[in-house]
């Protein structure tokens, strides 16, 4: 049942932040929603709910952290055949691993030069 739903964390090189990528694997299927549940990353209750203002296959969230830490996430995602279905599936991930560094992106070569460079 997991593999259905692809979870992935990447650096956003535009902004101090991680991008929690969710998509959906299988074909006609769509995400309607999902929370996330974490104290450290949200104060206010402790979770975060993101229902897309049109039901997609995949789902970017910016995310966030103070500190260079590991995070344990609980998502639920909330999936179905078509925007106005009445049934769903939730997708359960107890234990997703918002790894330490996460916000840090890796440069090759060619970005380590540029930023070698001396300011002309």
């Not at 789902?59 to 049934?87: C, F, W, Y």
């Amino acid at each position: 049942m997991r593999s259905d739903v692809a979870i992935e964390h990447v650096a956003d090189p535009n902004q101090a932040s991680t991008v929690l990528n969710i998509s959906i694997k299988k074909p006609g299927w769509i995400i309607r929603s999902v929370v996330i549940f974490n104290e450290t990353l949200f104060e206010a209750g402790g979770s975060l709910a993101l229902h897309p203002p049109t039901p997609t296959a995949q789902v970017l969230i910016p995310l966030k952290t103070e500190k260079n830490q590991e995070l344990l996430l609980d998502l639920r995602i909330m999936v179905g055949t078509a925007a106005n279905s009445s049934h769903f599936l939730v997708f359960n991930e107890p234990r997703f691993v918002f790894k330490r560094f996460a916000m840090l992106r890796y440069l090759n070569q060619d970005q380590k030069l540029l930023l070698d460079k001396p300011a002309s």
